[in-house]
């Protein structure tokens, strides 16, 4: 019951972000004014990661293949778009990840609208905790757990 409402509420805030940038509706794309708006893509992410976290829940109550492939591709996507921006970061690639979506009315944008790296570490975490969603350790704990938590506490380092 959590999982699903929470993963409804993170799919609804990328939905509106999403809406807000599309109808250029500032109040929909950052939390008051004068702070950095949220970036499309990572939007997009969150919505990959409610629908990601609401099939995993759904599958642990009833095992369907279909289900799992979407859910790996989706926990994929997660991953490798933080991992893209991430290593945007370092120096690794210049691939402007994060202006795949609505590029025009990123570039007038002050302060600059692009995913942060603290972020894009936060969903590389989430995408690898939805992956190993169904995988158990020894003593019973599962992986997953230690990557929502590193996910979670990721946030923190700043």
Not at 4 to 16: E, K
Not at 58 to 64: F, G, H, N, P, V
Not at 135 to 149: I, L
Request: charged share 15%; proline share 3%.
């Amino acid at each position: 019951m959590f999982s699903g409402l929470a993963s409804l509420t993170v799919v609804v805030i990328g939905i509106l972000v999403l809406f807000g940038w599309a109808l250029d509706l500032r109040f929909l794309t950052c939390l008051a004014p004068g702070c950095v708006a949220m970036n499309p893509m990572a939007a997009v992410d969150l919505v990959l990661s409610g629908v990601g976290l609401w099939l995993a829940a759904r599958r642990q109550k009833s095992a369907s293949a279909r289900g799992d492939a979407v859910g790996i591709i989706l926990a994929a996507a997660i991953a490798v778009l933080g991992a893209a921006r991430l290593a945007q970061y370092l120096g690794a690639f210049d691939f402007q990840v994060d202006q795949l979506l609505f590029a025009g009315k990123l570039r007038g944008i002050y302060p600059p609208c692009e995913i942060a790296p603290i972020t894009a570490l936060g969903f590389i975490f989430c995408g690898l905790a939805l992956l190993l969603f169904d995988v158990e350790a020894c003593r019973g704990f599962s992986q997953h757990k230690r990557s929502f938590w590193a996910s979670d506490y990721s946030h923190y380092l700043v």
